[in-house]
Antibody, heavy 123, light 108 residues
Framework: EVQLVESGGGLVQPGRSLRLSCAASGFTFDDYAMHWVRQAPGKGLEWVSGINWNSGSIGYADSVKGRFTISRDNAKNSLYLQMNSLRAEDTALYYC????????????????WGQGTMVTVSS | SSELTQDPAVSVALGQTVRITCQGDSLRRYYASWYQQKPGQAPVLVIYGKNNRPSGIPDRFSGSSSGNTASLTITGAQAEDDADYYCNSRDSSGNHVVFGGGTKLTVL
């Protein structure tokens, strides 16, 4: 079964850090680009970051650039998001999503999504 | 603010045809993808590329594009199509992915 399972979310104080993980199974992980997409409560989808199949190309939304770092470990079929200097506006459900192509500059079509992990930034 | 613009809400009578649109300058260069999201669930890809449906997506869903507007058409809307629909594509620079604000589809 093709599956993405996120973990690592929780309640964190403003200014602190959190690391999200995404475990992939059921497909050849290193054949595809991977992305993080978030959704604030009651709001729409927002692309956060993407990484191509070999980590050679990475992109970030302006809202997180300089604070968040995406990475992947193809040997472990895992995707990560290191989130530093967290703000209240980072509160959201964070989804891991698989692209349909190897490159992060492809069409941006995400065919597999996890169920998300909730991040709440509050004092 | 999103570089892709969608109508916040659209309604359709059961069995009728509805078109959901997505506008943005980047759509002159890049195709849009379309996602369906139901409450409490992750998004599901329904259309990508010129007009491609992933396995398992009913053929009543179709996509098209003209100029700066991409469209998702549901021909013969069903009750289970009642959901939020989002478009996405690359932004004007081509360096980032951007989502539209979403359209709440109500099937009457």
């Amino acid at each position: 079964e093709v599956q993405l399972v996120e973990s690592g979310g929780g309640l964190v104080q403003p200014g602190r850090s959190l690391r999200l993980s995404c475990a992939a199974s059921g497909f050849t992980f290193d054949d595809y680009a991977m992305h993080w997409v978030r959704q604030a409560p009651g709001k729409g989808l927002e692309w956060v970051s993407g990484i191509n199949w070999n980590s050679g190309s990475i992109g970030y939304a302006d809202s997180v650039k300089g604070r968040f770092t995406i990475s992947r470990d193809n040997a472990k079929n895992s995707l990560y998001l290191q989130m530093n200097s967290l703000r209240a506006e980072d509160t959201a459900l964070y989804y891991c999503a698989k692209d349909t192509v190897p490159t992060v500059t492809g069409r941006g079509a995400f065919d597999i999504w996890g169920q998300g992990t909730m991040v709440t930034v509050s004092s | 603010s999103s570089e892709l613009t969608q109508d916040p809400a659209v309604s359709v009578a059961l069995g009728q045809t509805v078109r959901i649109t997505c506008q943005g300058d980047s759509l002159r260069r890049y195709y849009a993808s379309w996602y369906q999201q139901k409450p409490g669930q992750a998004p599901v890809l329904v259309i990508y590329g010129k007009n491609n449906r992933p396995s398992g997506i009913p053929d009543r869903f179709s996509g098209s594009s003209s100029g700066n507007t991409a469209s998702l058409t549901i021909t013969g809307a069903q009750a289970e199509d009642d959901a939020d629909y989002y478009c996405n594509s690359r932004d004007s620079s081509g360096n980032h992915v951007v989502f539209g604000g979403g359209t709440k589809l109500t099937v009457l």
